[in-house]
């Protein structure tokens, strides 16, 4: 049998799960910021250094476009996380409902 809580406490955990969910969502923002980064790198690693100068740009480019790849994947582990969450949110919800009710 499931025991009502109290609203007050219902409240309370759909707060926090909101602020859960808009962290998240803001997380993946920024790192999509980096990734949109990605193309103009590669086109810099693309090119062929004629100067040291060139060269070590070449290479500052690589990492970075590593590090874009490596936010790329986190974003995708993001979302995947947050499309769990959001079944999970449907389901407490719907079991807020019913022992409210």
Do not use: F, W
């Amino acid at each position: 049998m499931a025991q009502k809580g109290r609203p007050k406490d219902h409240a309370a955990m759909i707060g926090t799960l909101m602020q859960e969910v808009a962290n998240y969502v803001e997380d993946i923002r920024r790192e999509e910021e980096l990734v949109k980064q990605i193309n103009q790198l590669e086109k810099q690693v693309k090119k062929s250094p004629e100067t040291p100068e060139e060269e070590e740009e070449v290479r500052a480019a690589a990492e970075a476009l590593n590090a874009a790849r490596e936010a790329d994947r986190h974003i995708r582990e993001k979302r995947t996380y947050l499309r769990r969450l959001e079944q999970v949110t449907i389901g407490l919800l719907s079991n807020i409902r019913k022992a409210t009710h």
